[in-house]
Nanobody, 118 residues
Framework: QVQLVESGGGLVQSGGSLRLSCAAS?????MGWFRQVPGKDRVFVAA????????NYASSVKGRFTISRDNAKNTMYLQMNSLKPEDTAVYYC??????????????WGQGTQVTVSS
């Protein structure tokens, strides 16, 4: 059983930046980030392959967010720049795929809140 722990969420003004981290309890393959606002479905944000060479982004964040990973630390990151109020959500880390589909992932973190004020 792999455990995932997110950190780095918080409150930031529009146009600001945050970096999220996801620490895994062991070595895993593909990883991804999803986000969810109350009353709506969880949606894909970005994913990265085990090597870090393959990256996939939702169109809404492409050019503003950068996904990366440090396999020596079993940690994945999401650098979020030029944040907008519509980026406000709970961000979840997931492991086991590079897909944009939730059901393809085996493990999930508990989520970290990101709030962007206007």
């Amino acid at each position: 059983q792999v455990q995932l722990v997110e950190s780095g969420g918080g409150l930031v003004q529009s146009g600001g930046s945050l970096r999220l981290s996801c620490a895994a309890s062991g070595r895993i393959s593909g990883m991804g980030w999803f986000r969810q606002v109350p009353g709506k479905d969880r949606v894909f944000v970005a994913a990265i392959s085990s090597s870090g060479l393959l990256k996939n982004y939702a169109s809404s964040v492409k050019g503003r967010f950068t996904i990366s990973r440090d396999n020596a630390k079993n940690t994945m990151y999401l650098q979020m720049n030029s944040l907008k109020p519509e980026d406000t959500a709970v961000y979840y880390c997931a492991a086991g795929s590079v897909s944009a589909t939730m059901k393809d992932y085996d493990y999930w973190g508990q989520g970290t809140q990101v709030t962007v004020s206007s």
